[in-house]
């Protein structure tokens, strides 16, 4: 489970309800063009989670891709991959 990276940003924003989605799309495709994983902040790792957390501190990464799930209230569910565009 430490192939992947995992954050949230929701940690630092609050719930965006209806437009959490977008927000967390816009922090993916922040991340790769910049480099940078932004944390969970007020994270208190747990030996029983199997899981890279990015916590209570931004890491750098040279990541092609991100994905982002969004699960709203009654079942509004989306994935998206997005990839970075080399020029």
């Excluded at 719930?15 to 991340?31: D, K, Y």
């Amino acid at each position: 489970a430490y192939a992947m990276p995992v954050t949230s940003i929701k940690s630092m924003i609050g719930h965006g309800f209806g437009a959490a989605g977008a927000q967390s799309m816009v922090a993916a495709v922040r991340t790769l063009q910049e480099g940078i994983i932004p944390p969970t902040i007020n994270y208190t790792p747990d030996p029983a989670i199997d899981l890279d957390i990015v916590g209570n501190q931004a890491r750098r990464v040279a990541a092609r891709y991100a994905l982002v799930n969004a699960f709203g209230f009654g079942g509004h569910n989306v994935v998206v991959v997005v990839g970075r565009v080399e020029t």
